[in-house]
Every structure is written in structure tokens, then in C-alpha cells.
């Protein structure tokens, strides 16, 4: 049994911490005081009701959480593993509310880190003066694909196999893995950050679909969104965003893959099969429920390309990769939105790393120093 800290009150946060508690872990469960009346069903009843697709492999079931509180030092104070499972745009608040109340040896896991979640994390850590000796793990996405049904119950349709995870720094892995891996059996370490960082598909396949789809979200039509909304041209541009992502293995030691290898690495247990995105989205059953977004003002491009898609280009630009089709995605995607997502995008400045060659950040990556 691991005594787990989840922060956040979203989607993916009600799954984790229902999963975790039915499978025995002492789990708390943190909101931010403004938010707390989200809470107030499952604080009346105690727990979170999951409810499990069919072929994913979860237990469903009632979840009696062990602590619901939106004071954030009593809710890390007997933790050993921090799960951090909230908006991108969220990191900096969670990062400095934390920050006083970490301890040496606690594991503080980004659920997704976005790129470089963990440096600004821990950046954040160190500009304000607290230096607790806690190894940072990045997952490469959301480990559920999921939704809430009611204030106090999640539908997990999703449950990913083989995903990335990686740790800040490196020096701290294989320990820290190995906790990770009681509490997800079906994880798999990455060798650094840059490979959970690119791995996200939602920065190029979000995006993506959202660009090519635009005149159908305007026209709010009802369309699935992984299944008809996924066309050849959306394969043809992932590709492309895939060969400027995968030129990253020039770094050494690192093995970025394609969006489609990715998807059916993490859904092969669920039948994911196909040789392009379009063919492995549409042999998966639970792909079916996802419907289109109705408005361009969504998180896949609200959040994905500030923190997701800018960052990537900033990187690309810093350590001399090519960006093209990455930078062109960014600017059209602020065309269309008539909004300048450049304005509070993540920097390599937030991240602690702007300045350094390739050489200098591998090492840093190690020792964190």
C-alpha cells in the first residue's frame, strides 16, 4: 500500500483517485479552496464512484477515499507519492502551493508533465527559496482516457498500457520507478524527459484535428471525433509533425516514436491495430463515444498549443532541430482563433534552460544541478 496525494478535482483525478483506493492505496484527494464546491458530493458521500469500460482491465467500483481537503499542507504531509493531475495552465499556482510543503524523498509525479512539466516544477521550487530533494516523474500522457458522469462518479473508458514515464533528475530512476510501477504495473521508463515531453500526443494530434475540422466545430456539427473527424489528411499531417518530433533522437539515448506507434502501444490491450491513426482510432470501441468539440475555444487548442506546441518550437529552435510544420500549426491555429497564444505560453526561461547547449542540458537532466 502507497499513501498517495492526487491534486486536482478534473476528470482524470476522479479516475486516479478511484483506481488507486480500489486497489488498496491510502489515498487523499486535494482541490484548490476556490474550487471546492466540486467537491461537495464526494465529500457527502465519502468517495468517487468508477465506472469501467468493458476491455480495459479496471475494477469498477464505489471508492471510499481516505482524506478529501483543500489544505494543501495537511494533504502532503503523510504522503510518499504526489500525483499532480491538473490543466497545464494550472502548474505555476499547484507548483507554488506546494513548493513549502515538499519533503526530501517524496515522489512528485506530473500526470501529464506537458513538456518539461518537471524543470518548471522544479524551477518554480528553487526561485522561491525551497530546495526539498524530491525526484520529479513525468508522465508522457494521462494514464485515463476518461469523463465524469456526475459530480461524484467517472466513466474510465481508456486505460493506457506501456506509458512513457521518466524522472528529474535521472540520477533518482530506478528507486523511484520502481514505486511507480507498484502503483501502475503496465508503465514503462523512458530514458529522459525528452521522450515523455514529445510524447504527448495530444500537442500535435489535438491540434491537428482541430485545425483540419475547424468549419465543422463552427458549424457545431455532430461528428465522432477520433473516428470521422480523422481523414488522410490528418495522417499526412502527423506524419510530417512526426519527423521533426523523432529527429530528437539525434540527442542520444533518446527514442522518440511516431503518434500512431504510440497509440497502439498504449491500446493494444484494447484492440488497437492499423498502419495509420485514421485505421487504429477506428478499432478502438471506446474511440467511438468522443465526440467533436463545439467551439475552436477548447483546451485541446486553449491549453495544447501555449503548452504544448510553442514550447515544443521554442526547444526545436534552442537545440537546432527543424520546426517547420510545428511553428506553422502554432500560427495558424492563432489565426483562426484570432488570439495570441504567444502571450503566457511556456518559455525555456520558466523551464530553468534557456541558454544551454544540448551537452549542457543532458547533464542537467541528471543531477538536477
Not at 495522417?235 to 533522437?249: G, K
Not at 520558466?350 to 537532466?365: H, K, N, P, T, V
Amino acid at each position: 500500500m502507497e499513501k498517495v496525494t492526487i491534486i486536482g478535482g478534473g476528470n482524470g483525478a476522479f479516475a486516479a483517485a478511484s483506481d488507486l483506493t480500489i486497489r488498496g492505496n491510502q489515498v487523499t484527494l486535494f482541490e484548490l479552496p476556490q474550487f471546492a464546491a466540486g467537491l461537495s458530493e464526494v465529500i457527502e458521500r465519502g468517495g468517487i464512484e468508477m465506472e469501467a469500460f468493458a476491455n480495459n482491465g479496471l475494477t469498477g467500483g464505489f471508492a471510499k477515499l481516505y482524506k478529501i481537503t483543500t489544505d494543501i499542507e495537511e494533504a502532503l504531509h503523510e504522503s510518499d507519492i504526489v500525483m499532480v493531475i491538473v490543466p497545464a495552465y494550472s502548474m505555476d499556482t499547484i507548483a507554488a502551493l506546494c513548493a513549502p510543503y515538499l519533503r526530501d524523498g517524496q515522489i512528485v509525479a506530473l500526470c501529464p508533465a506537458n513538456l518539461g512539466g518537471s524543470l518548471f516544477f522544479h524551477h518554480t521550487m528553487q526561485k522561491m527559496g525551497y530546495h526539498a530533494k524530491v525526484t520529479f516523474a513525468e508522465f508522457s500522457c494521462m494514464m485515463y482516457a476518461c469523463r465524469k458522469k456526475t459530480p461524484s462518479s467517472v466513466w474510465v473508458r481508456g486505460y493506457k498500457h506501456n506509458l512513457g514515464v521518466a524522472f528529474f533528475p535521472e540520477k533518482n530512476a530506478e528507486s523511484a520507478f520502481e514505486r511507480l510501477h507498484g502503483l501502475y504495473p503496465y508503465i514503462i521508463r523512458y530514458n529522459n524527459i525528452i521522450e515523455t515531453g514529445f510524447s504527448n500526443t495530444n500537442t500535435t494530434l489535438h491540434t491537428s484535428l482541430m485545425l483540419l475540422n475547424a468549419a465543422n466545430i463552427d458549424n457545431q456539427e455532430d461528428r465522432h471525433f477520433y473516428r470521422e473527424c480523422c481523414t488522410q489528411s490528418l495522417d499526412n499531417l502527423i506524419n510530417v509533425l512526426d519527423a521533426e518530433r523523432m529527429a530528437l533522437n539525434a540527442f542520444g539515448n533518446t527514442n522518440v516514436r511516431s503518434v500512431t506507434q504510440i497509440c497502439k502501444d498504449w491500446y493494444g490491450h484494447q484492440g488497437a491495430k492499423g498502419d495509420t491513426l485514421r485505421e487504429v482510432h477506428y478499432s478502438l470501441a471506446h474511440f467511438a463515444a468522443s465526440k467533436m468539440p463545439t467551439t475552436m475555444n477548447y483546451r485541446y487548442v486553449t491549453e495544447d498549443v501555449p503548452f504544448g506546441l510553442i514550447p515544443s518550437v521554442e526547444f526545436f529552435k534552442q537545440f537546432g532541430f527543424r520546426y517547420t510544420t510545428h511553428k506553422a500549426l502554432t500560427d495558424i491555429l492563432c489565426a483562426v482563433c484570432a488570439r495570441d497564444f504567444y502571450q503566457g505560453a511556456r518559455t525555456m526561461e520558466q523551464l530553468g534552460i534557456a541558454g544551454m547547449s544540448r551537452e549542457q542540458f543532458m547533464e542537467y537532466l541528471k543531477h538536477g544541478c
